[in-house]
Structures are given as structure tokens and as C-alpha cells.
């Protein structure tokens, strides 16, 4: 494989691998801060004992979000100094807006949350807790609004020319509020909350399937589906407004997504299928015209096809950009299915009697987590070959001194180094969910026959 191709992998892993945490961190942050505001409201402590357990859950995800997220930044520069030399001044203002005005409140308050239990009134600590999670959330807006600037550039103009060409800020806000940023950032942020929702089910799913904190984790179940259902109902709202953007600033990006050839009449809009990119077919269930409704709500207007874009210019890997697009979709449409009914249960009194639908929640943890990769790679993908869309090819972005086997034994470094990262997170994550939200020295907040069955339960085993 050459550089071009090696570089590219490399950084989806990484980048990929990075991504696994901070959406648990922003939606695991959502959770603690409602949990601690129903203690706040009703004084009840086994509120309390569920922010105090998902922190220690928090803290791991954190910590590792920000370990991996800064080989990217060093990636940058190995790998890609054309696209850095050309980007640079429009990233280092949204780096530096996300140091000043995200991370600097994030970690400003992660010390009071996370060792100001019993030191700070309750208030005081709710606050911080807050704090932590909207640091999350502006870090989340930077990073988005400096990518979604590579896919609908604004507020900028060119000087230099060649190798030394780069973009540099006519506009600050116009570079802010490009034409993507707004949809991607909230289609971001309800993703993210979506994958803490749907993991603190399934940590308590697998409590009640073992009648281990039963009580405790009811609570903890009934405010993580109403979350789910309603940041799932969200997700379909703001994937269709995205969609429209992307049909009007990246018209081939969408014909991708839909493995749509020919515009010479309505454009169809399959439930899923495979697209044969060398007769240009896609083979599968479709609803025609679909496409068209979708974007101009009319069955018979014609959407831009692939073939009306010079080859050069639009996505070589057609049929993975659609497959990425559709799990992408159908997860969000499970999300919301399994959620509303979740919800259907728990108001006729049968939901945690019900094991099948207790281990569905339990596995579906997986799910949140592929579709924000599927939907980042259809993204990404789409965009190609285009690195900064219309500007910068990814073909010219490279750095030009590095070569093929640099980039390879970088790559099986990586490999093997986040894989140790990986299960020690997994070690560590059912470390603390074996362990439970009680600890272990202090059962004065658990239910009284929770804690007699486990002291007997210790008893039997020594």
C-alpha cells in the first residue's frame, strides 16, 4: 500500500479508537447531572449513590479520551503537513477556543466532582458536576465546527500558492457558523447523550437480570430510557435537517449515501441493499422517489446524481459510504423502536419483569457506539477526495519526506498500544460495574435487604 492509503488508515483507527470515549464522557455526564438534580429535588440518597457510582465510571472515560485524543494532534504534523501548513490557521483559533472555553471549564470543575463529595455542600457539587458536563459539550462544539469547516469551508481566503497555499480567517463567526457546523454539532451532541443513555441501561438491565441492586437500578433504568427515547426522536429530527444541508453544499456526498447514479429521473431511496459500483446499480428494497420527497418533498424532482460530477471529484468506495450511511440510519431507527416501547412497558408496570427485553437493553450498549463511527465514516468517506472540500485534495495533503514503511510500523504501534488501552478500559469498566454502585465498606444508604442478602451472602463464601 502506498502512503496515502496507510496515513489514512492510520488516522481512522486512531481516530476512530479516540471516539469510543468522549461521547460516553458527554452522555455519561448528562446522566450524573440528572441523577444528582433528582437527589437534589427529593433528598433521597440512593440518587446521590448513583452519581457517585457513574463519576468513577466518568472518570475512566475521561481520562482516556484525553490520552488518545492527542496522538491525533501529532498526526497532524508526521502525516499531513500540507493539510496542516493549509488548515492551520483556522484550527488553531478553534483549538484555541476550545482550550479557553471548554476544556478549561471542564477541568476546573473535575476536581470538585470528583473528590468534593462530603467537602462541598450539595449544591456546590451539582454545580461542578454541571460544569464538567457542559465543558464536554463546548470541547464537543470546536472539534466539530473545525472539521465541519473541511466540509463546507467559510469565512476564509487563500494566500500563498502551491505547497505553501493555506487558508487563513476573513470572518471568524462566518468560519464558526459555516454551513454544517450548527446541524453537525447537535446531530454530535444527541449521538453522544444517546450512547450514555443507552450504557447505563444496559449496566443496570444486567443488574436486574441478576437481581443485584434492584431498586437502585429501576431508578437508574427508568432515567436513562426517557432520556434515550427522547435524544432518539431528536436524532431523527436533526439527521434530516443534516441530510438537507448535505444535499444542497455536498450534492455528491448524498448521491453516495444513496448509491445514486442517474438523474434523469426520480431518485429512490432504499431501506438498505448493495450497490454494484461497476454497472451502477444498487440492489435491494426501495421506496421510489423517496430521495426526492426526502430533500424537496416532492416524489418526482430530480436529485444530482454521481454521474453528474466529473469522476475525479466524487467518492471512489461508493458502496461503503452507503452501507456506513444505512446501519447509520437503521440503528437510529432501533434506538428510537426499542426506547418508545421500553417506555410502552414501563407504563403498563410489566417493563422489568420483562428478561428478553432487559437483555436486549443489556447488549444494545454496542450499538450507540457503531452508529456515531458508522455516521462519522460516511461523513469522512463521502467527503473524499476532497480533504478540505473543494480546496485540498487528500492526495495533496500529505506529508512529502514520510514514507510507506514509516507510516506501517507506526500503525502496528498504534495497534498494539490501544489494544492494551482497550482492555485495561474494559478491565477497569467491570472492575467498578462488578463492584456496584454501593460501596462496600458503607451500607448505611442501601436498602435494608439488599445489604442483609450480601452480608450473608460474604458470610457463606468465607
Not at 17 to 45: D, R
Not at 245 to 265: C, F, I, M, R, T
Amino acid at each position: 500500500m502506498d502512503v496515502e492509503i496507510l496515513s489514512r488508515i492510520q488516522f481512522a483507527f486512531t481516530v476512530s479508537f479516540h471516539y469510543i470515549y468522549p461521547p460516553l464522557s458527554i452522555g455519561l455526564g448528562l446522566m450524573m447531572v440528572l441523577m444528582e438534580g433528582a437527589y437534589l429535588k427529593t433528598g433521597n440518597k440512593e440518587y446521590e449513590t448513583l452519581a457517585r457510582f457513574w463519576t468513577k465510571i466518568f472518570a475512566i472515560t475521561f481520562g482516556l479520551g484525553v490520552a488518545t485524543g492527542i496522538v491525533m494532534e501529532f498526526e497532524f504534523g508526521t502525516n499531513w503537513a500540507t493539510y496542516s501548513r493549509f488548515v492551520g490557521d483556522v484550527f488553531g483559533s478553534a483549538l484555541a477556543a476550545e482550550g479557553l472555553f471548554a476544556f478549561a471549564l471542564e477541568s476546573g470543575f473535575l476536581g470538585v466532582l470528583l473528590f468534593g463529595w462530603n467537602r462541598v455542600k450539595p449544591v456546590v457539587h451539582f454545580i461542578s458536576t454541571l460544569g464538567v458536563w457542559l465543558g464536554s459539550m463546548f470541547s464537543a462544539v470546536w472539534i466539530v465546527i473545525a472539521n465541519s469547516w473541511q466540509q463546507t469551508p467559510a469565512g476564509y481566503h487563500i494566500v500563498g500558492e502551491g505547497l505553501n497555499a493555506r487558508a487563513e480567517i476573513t470572518d471568524f463567526w462566518a468560519m464558526v457558523f459555516n454551513p454544517s457546523s450548527v446541524d453537525r454539532i447537535l446531530h454530535t451532541w444527541i449521538g453522544a447523550l444517546i450512547a450514555g443513555a443507552f450504557l447505563v441501561m444496559s449496566v443496570h438491565a444486567w443488574y436486574l437480570l441478576k437481581g443485584r441492586h434492584i431498586e437502585i437500578s429501576k431508578k437508574a433504568f427508568t432515567i436513562a430510557l426517557f432520556a434515550g427515547a427522547v435524544f432518539s426522536i431528536l436524532q431523527l429530527v436533526t439527521g434530516h435537517h443534516s441530510a438537507s444541508g448535505v444535499a444542497v453544499n455536498q450534492p455528491a456526498k448524498l448521491a453516495a449515501y444513496e448509491g445514486h447514479y442517474n438523474s434523469a429521473g426520480k431518485a429512490d431511496m432504499y431501506i438498505f441493499g448493495w450497490v454494484d459500483q461497476k454497472n451502477q446499480k444498487v440492489y435491494g428494497p426501495y421506496i421510489p422517489g423517496g430521495l426526492s420527497f426526502l430533500i424537496h418533498g416532492d416524489f418526482d424532482t430530480k436529485v444530482p446524481a454521481l454521474n453528474d460530477f466529473p469522476k475525479e471529484d466524487v467518492p471512489k468506495q461508493v458502496n461503503a459510504v452507503f452501507q456506513f450511511y444505512h446501519l447509520m440510519v437503521a440503528f437510529g431507527m432501533f434506538f428510537i423502536g426499542i426506547t418508545l416501547f421500553g417506555i410502552f412497558m414501563w407504563w403498563r408496570g410489566k417493563l422489568f419483569n420483562q428478561r428478553w427485553l432487559l437483555l436486549i437493553f443489556v447488549f444494545s450498549v454496542l450499538l450507540p457506539q457503531l452508529a456515531n463511527q458508522f455516521g462519522w465514516f460516511a461523513a469522512e468517506m463521502g467527503r473524499q477526495p476532497w480533504v478540505v472540500y473543494g480546496l485540498l485534495r487528500t492526495s495533496d495533503a500529505l506529508s512529502v519526506v514520510v514514507t510507506a514503511n514509516q507510516v506501517l510500523f507506526s500503525l502496528i504501534m498504534f495497534t498494539l498500544l490501544y489494544a492494551l488501552l482497550f482492555v485495561l478500559f474494559i478491565y477497569l469498566l467491570n472492575k467498578k460495574i462488578q463492584a456496584g454502585p454501593y460501596d462496600l465498606h458503607k451500607t448505611e444508604h442501601r436498602p435494608e435487604q439488599e445489604a442483609i442478602a450480601e452480608v450473608i451472602d460474604n458470610q457463606s463464601k468465607n
